[in-house]
Structure formats: structure tokens, C-alpha cells
């Protein structure tokens, strides 16, 4: 265990893109937000939702293939283990999920307080994440950004194993499945069951329990490539 704390400390180093890009994307949401109403004028009266926490999806999945593609090289010459620097790793994006999804609850505490910050809008309480406790809610925003970052750390992987040769492949090759998989839905009509199953689910299945299996089997995946991924 001393090991592995070890090797999340150099992984922080890079802080700025685990922590200080994600933190400043969710600083800026409300900013960014009062531009978007004032451009949309007489439009953007009433209750209304706008969507931009995917920016920090973008920000953390890039911080996680940055730890994969220059960080893992780095301490494979210090001698550490890739067992080591997958725990590591792994302690990394749960904590980074945990603090940021911590954030999102404070930021909408005061949307709420501030009546949507004036303007009756919401950033962060979306209907669609429902509107529980704040332990509930923690939990709603930690698990996609746990999800995500799983993305970042396979696809940072499979880089450093295969270089871009893998990484088209692996774009190429989850479009086309994703495709397959949309048609099959299509002719077999499935949308509306699929709609009406995840339009029943509870909040912290929908968006901690699925997340948190879905980065679980990328992680699963992500293990097995680098066993074998050099410096």
C-alpha cells in the first residue's frame, strides 16, 4: 500500500489536469451560462436548463489519457510495478470523482439558493439527475465522472500500447458497433422498452450503479492491455 501511495503522489503531480482544468471548467459554468441567456435575449426567460457539465466530462477524460500516455511511461523507469500503478490509478479517479461530484453539490446548493442564479437556471440541478439528498445527489455526479475517466484511461492505454494505429481502430471499431447495435434496436423495435426501462429507473442506479459497472469493465479492460503496454 505504501507503494501505491507513492505512485498516486507522482500521478498528482500533474494536478492542474486532474484537478485545476476540471475546477475551473465547473467555476466557469455559471459565467459561461449568463453569456448564453444574454445572447438568447428575450428567449431565455422562465425555468430553463442549460447543458454544460460535458465540459468537464472533456477535461477529465483528458487529464486520465495524459496519466496513461506521459505519467505511466515515466514510472515504469522508476521501477514501479504496472499492478502498483493500476491501483494507483484507480484510487486516483475515484478520488477525483468524489471531490469534483463534491463541487457539483455546492455549486447546486447555490443555484438553488440564488433562484437558478437569478435568472431561474439550472447548470447543475438537472431534472434528469432528479433531486434528492445531498448524499444522493454526491453520488449521481461522481459516477459518470468515474465512467468517463475509465474512458480516458483505456483509450490512453490503448495508445500506449498500439500508438494511433489502436486508437482508430478502437473509435472505428465502437462506432460501427454502436451503429450495429442502434439498427438492431431499430428493427427489432426496442427504443421504446429501452426508453421506458431507464425512464424507471432510479436516479442512483441510472447514474452511479450503471456508471460505476460500465468503468469497471473498461477498467477490467484497460488491466489486460497494459500488462502488456511498454514505455
Known amino acids: 500500500m505504501p507503494r501505491v501511495l507513492d505512485v498516486v503522489r507522482i500521478q498528482l503531480v500533474h494536478w492542474p489536469a486532474l484537478l485545476g ?3 475551473l471548467a465547473l467555476v466557469a459554468m455559471p459565467p459561461l451560462g449568463w453569456g448564453i441567456d444574454v445572447s438568447n435575449g428575450e428567449t431565455a426567460r422562465g425555468a430553463h436548463e442549460i447543458y454544460l457539465l460535458p465540459m468537464l466530462l472533456g477535461a477529465i477524460a483528458s487529464a486520465h489519457l495524459q496519466t496513461m500516455t506521459q505519467v505511466f511511461p515515466f514510472t515504469l523507469g522508476l521501477g514501479v510495478t504496472r499492478r502498483a500503478f493500476a491501483a ?3 484510487l486516483v479517479v475515484l478520488g477525483q470523482a468524489l471531490l469534483l461530484g463534491l463541487g457539483l453539490v455546492a455549486f447546486d446548493i447555490v443555484e438553488r439558493l440564488t433562484g437558478g442564479w437569478g435568472r431561474e437556471t439550472r447548470i447543475f ?3 434528469v439527475l432528479g433531486h434528492g439528498n445531498p448524499l444522493a445527489l454526491w453520488l449521481v455526479y461522481s459516477g ?3 465512467a468517463v475517466s475509465a474512458i ?3 483509450a490512453g492505454v490503448v495508445f500506449q500500447r498500439w500508438r494511433h494505429t ?3 481502430l478502437a473509435i472505428f471499431g465502437s462506432v460501427a458497433l454502436l451503429v450495429a447495435m442502434g439498427a438492431l434496436a431499430k428493427t427489432q423495435n426496442w427504443w421504446p422498452s429501452i426508453g421506458s426501462f431507464l425512464g424507471g429507473q432510479p436516479s442512483l442506479t441510472l447514474f452511479t450503479a450503471y456508471p460505476l459497472v460500465f468503468a469497471l469493465a473498461l477498467g477490467g479492460a484497460a488491466w489486460l492491455v497494459l500488462r502488456r ?3
Request: aromatic residues 10%.
Open 21 to 23: 482544468y476540471p475546477l
Open 88 to 90: 494507483a490509478t484507480a
Open 125 to 127: 440541478g438537472l431534472d
Open 144 to 146: 459518470p465522472l468515474v
Open 152 to 154: 480516458g484511461v483505456l
Open 166 to 168: 489502436g486508437i482508430y
Open 229 to 231: 503496454a511498454t514505455a
